[in-house]
């Protein structure tokens, strides 16, 4: 306390001059509208600004939220699309009508750990068997194509990317007829390759390559990535068409794994045409 009394003695003139300056200020408010008004202008404007940086903070803070929510309900946009539904078409006597029945659903997903510079990478997602996710189910993100399940436990999914050589997806140019098997060739983790398109193809640089039809995994139409260069495979009739990938895996965090409620059915009926071969 000896010690308190000492300083503010020693600051008693400072602390008098700031004294009288509170007083003067006071009176100057209280006697003359002019002042009252600009201070209580500059009081107003200082505390908007304050105001206004407290608000970003808590919506910076609230980033993770809106995002989830966001991922969440882009899940369910893509499950309610135009693309998700199989036509089923009903005739009769009198008119044509066509129904469709869905086909695809989304369930969003964080990847919680990942690789992308080895000889095989891979990807683990906080998604498992609990909810919902099996063996082969597609994996996309918002830019395009990721990979393919590999293992599900309860409550986790590992999945084998593009960017890794034991997979292979069917792929095809998004103006074009012609498709092939698209993989990798455990180079660089930005680029993948498209194989066996016919010499008389008219490919050009930047032309868009997406998944094909032909795939039990993904939909048709999802991108996988764009023309870089292309040269002629060893036997001189088709080209190697080296792809820039639209998925950018050093940087994935979230994705949307695809269940397909027609790929039983349609397993089931190619086993038999394969199983009949003689």
């Not at 269940?259 to 086993?271: C, F, N, T």
Request: charged share 20%; aromatic share 10%.
């Amino acid at each position: 306390m000896r010690y308190l009394l000492a300083f503010l003695y020693g600051k008693r003139i400072f602390l008098l001059f700031l004294a009288l300056q509170l007083v003067a200020f006071v009176l100057i408010y209280r006697s003359r509208s002019f002042q009252r008004s600009s201070i209580l202008d500059s009081s107003a404007l200082a505390s908007g600004h304050i105001l206004e940086v407290y608000s970003d903070y808590t919506q910076y803070l609230d980033l993770e939220h809106q995002n989830q929510r966001l991922s969440e309900e882009n899940a369910r946009l893509r499950s309610l699309s135009p693309d998700a539904y199989f036509p089923i078409t009903q005739n009769t006597s009198q008119t044509e009508d066509t129904v469709y029945q869905i086909q695809y659903t989304y369930l969003k997903a964080n990847v919680i750990n990942s690789s992308f510079r080895k000889a095989r990478n891979f990807l683990t997602l906080n998604r498992g068997r609990l909810h919902g996710v099996e063996e082969e189910m597609g994996v996309i993100s918002p830019q395009g194509a990721v990979g393919i399940v590999k293992n599900v436990s309860d409550h986790f999914s590992t999945v084998i990317p593009l960017i890794n050589p034991g997979i292979s997806v069917s792929g095809k140019f998004e103006k074009q007829r012609f498709f092939g098997p698209v993989s990798w060739k455990k180079q660089d983790y930005r680029y993948i390759t498209l194989s066996d398109i016919p010499r008389h193809a008219k490919v050009n640089r930047n032309d868009t390559v997406v998944t094909d039809s032909r795939s039990l995994t993904f939909p048709a139409g999802i991108l996988i990535g764009t023309v870089d260069t292309l040269r002629l495979q060893e036997d001189q009739n088709f080209y190697e068409v080296r792809l820039r990938l639209s998925t950018d895996f050093s940087s994935l965090e979230q994705v949307y794994i695809i269940k397909d409620k027609m790929k039983l059915e349609r397993q089931q009926l190619e086993q038999l045409n394969t199983d009949s071969t003689p």
